[in-house]
């Protein structure tokens, strides 16, 4: 299976260059997992933003960003 690996990129909300994971599949405390292309394409590419988990200053939050904020690539790793 595909998934979907968002870099953060410079001067956007999470710290640059650190990888932002899918929130909604990702509960606290659990490992971080990425998207697969299929959600990607059929949910969040039509919505033009993710609610992502990745680091701020350092620590873990959450925010809905523009998918314009990542640079996107893909894996066959989801974690």
């Not at 899918?22 to 997992?33: M, P, V």
């Amino acid at each position: 299976m595909t998934y979907i690996k968002f870099i953060s990129k410079t001067d956007e909300w999470f710290d640059a260059g650190t990888e932002v994971f899918d929130a909604t599949i990702c509960d606290w405390g659990r490992t971080l997992k990425r998207m697969s292309i299929e959600d990607y394409k059929s949910t969040w590419i039509k919505a033009g933003h993710i609610l992502g988990r990745g680091l701020k200053n350092g620590f873990w939050d959450e925010e809905l960003c523009p998918l314009e904020e990542f640079e996107i690539s893909y894996t066959e790793d989801q974690i």
